[in-house]
């Protein structure tokens, strides 16, 4: 059964849990019922972190452009571009036995992609959700609401899994960003054109 967690709240994953290997990171949401005259694309996002917070490369940040890390421990099943039905909208697998030794944490972000232009942000989404499912039992394992204290963001920080005393953990954060997604690239230390 899913441990639902609040904003600010860690739980262990792998201590109760040594096997845990494969999981899949879900990511989901509903854009509000009004016309911005533009569809929303929402893009998740995987930024590989190092003890200092910052990606090592440009080659830790995992997203539609670049889909999947040389070392195969993180994986971004596509990109979805209207957000349409039920379920998660996009998915990142993770293998926890793949991550490199250097990486210490690894951040879940959602942006809305050309929010500037479209005029969108995150006070126009709804029912925001990340989830992680053990993909050996395909049984959710952590479940964590956003819920809707956003209004002018366009990307937000929606949780992050990492390392301590070696053990994963994992930590529902929910905070949000302006500037979309150049803010949060520039936040872990990718330079952006």
Known sequence: MAINLSKGQKVD???GN?????????LGWDVN???????????????MLGADGKCPTEKEFIFYGNLEHHSGAVRHMGDNLTGEGEG?????????????????????????????????NFGQVSNSYIRIVDETTNSEIV????????????AVVVGELYKYN??????????????GLAALCG?????VA
């Open 88 to 120: 998660d909208d996009e998915q990142i697998q993770i293998d926890l036995t793949k991550i490199p030794a250097n990486i210490e944490r690894i951040a879940f972000t959602v942006t809305i992609y050309d929010s500037d232009v479209r005029h969108q």
């Open 143 to 154: 479940h964590y609401d956003l819920g809707e204290d956003f209004s002018i963001e366009t």
């Open 166 to 179: 070696g053990q994963w953990k994992f930590n529902a954060i929910g905070s949000g960003f302006q500037g």
């Open 33 to 47: 019922a009004f016309d911005s005259g533009a569809d929303f694309d929402l893009d998740a996002a995987a930024f």
């Open 18 to 26: 040594p096997s845990l290997k494969n999981i899949m990171i879900g």
């Open 13 to 15: 994953l792998t201590k």
């Open 187 to 191: 936040h872990y230390g990718i330079q």
